[in-house]
């Protein structure tokens, strides 16, 4: 009876990585975003870097980049699960690249959560702090929250594409299972030496009747009449 294959160790650099960024990510955005509620004018563009790089603070009852401004509910419930997910999924992580990409993923989504969840106007329905504005790449308004949601996804893209797994081990490619295929095929039959060819073979004959010894060898029956 075969015992059941042992559960894979929790890795505790992975999951304190990923908090790290977590951390990092929201206090980071949490900490700027009451410094631009505290001191920037409401609505009113600061130039920072000419027209490359502004400052405008508005509030966003949508989603990242200012998007579906009339959803706010559903992005808290898909926020939540976000964070949610990737807290049960955090035991599985052993990459540092996973667990750096999934706390920044984290970190982002607990940011603009908590925005949603205890900004006005209620509970839920709280009005993301925007205040990033890059008029020569896009339209929209955004926040660190949202810069760390977009680079993490873009990371998480790139860890797929190499085929780098949650354990840290790498997916092979359609040729490299190949080639793994075809080694396995040889290794396969190395193993079988000649002497487990000759046992074979013995393990044939002995399954082969022997012959009685009181027939006749020379076509006639046990009563001397032709058999034929």
């Not at 690249?97 to 706390?103: C, R």
């Not at 607990?110 to 009005?127: A, Q, V």
């Not at 504005?133 to 929209?140: G, L």
């Not at 193993?191 to 020379?218: M, N, Q």
Request: aromatic share 8%.
């Amino acid at each position: 009876m075969s015992r059941p294959a042992p559960r894979a160790k929790v890795s505790v650099r992975a999951i304190a990585a990923l908090a790290f960024a977590a951390v990092v990510v929201v206090a980071l955005d949490q900490g700027v975003k009451a410094l631009v509620v505290a001191n920037l004018p409401y609505g009113q563009v600061v130039p920072v870097l000419g027209d490359a790089l502004q400052l405008l603070y508005v509030r966003n009852p949508g989603a990242a980049f200012s998007f579906a401004v009339n959803m706010t509910w559903v992005f808290s419930i898909v926020s939540t699960a976000v964070v949610v997910a990737i807290v049960v999924y955090a035991r599985r992580i052993r990459s540092m690249w996973w667990a750096i990409v999934l706390g920044m993923l984290l970190g982002g989504a607990l940011g603009n959560l908590l925005d949603r969840l205890f900004r006005e106007p209620g509970f839920g329905r709280g009005h993301v702090v925007d205040f990033i504005s890059t008029p020569w790449m896009m339209p929209a308004i955004y926040n660190i929250a949202d810069s760390f949601i977009c680079v993490s996804m873009v990371v998480f893209v790139l860890l797929v594409v190499l085929g780098v797994n949650l354990d840290g081990t790498r997916a092979l490619s359609a040729k490299q299972q190949r080639a793994a295929d075809a080694a396995a095929a040889r290794a396969d039959e190395d193993t079988t030496t000649p002497s487990t060819r000759a046992d074979v073979a013995g393990a044939s004959r002995a399954a082969r009747p022997e012959p009685d010894p009181r027939a006749p060898r020379d076509g006639h029956d046990v009563l001397g009449h032709d058999a034929t």
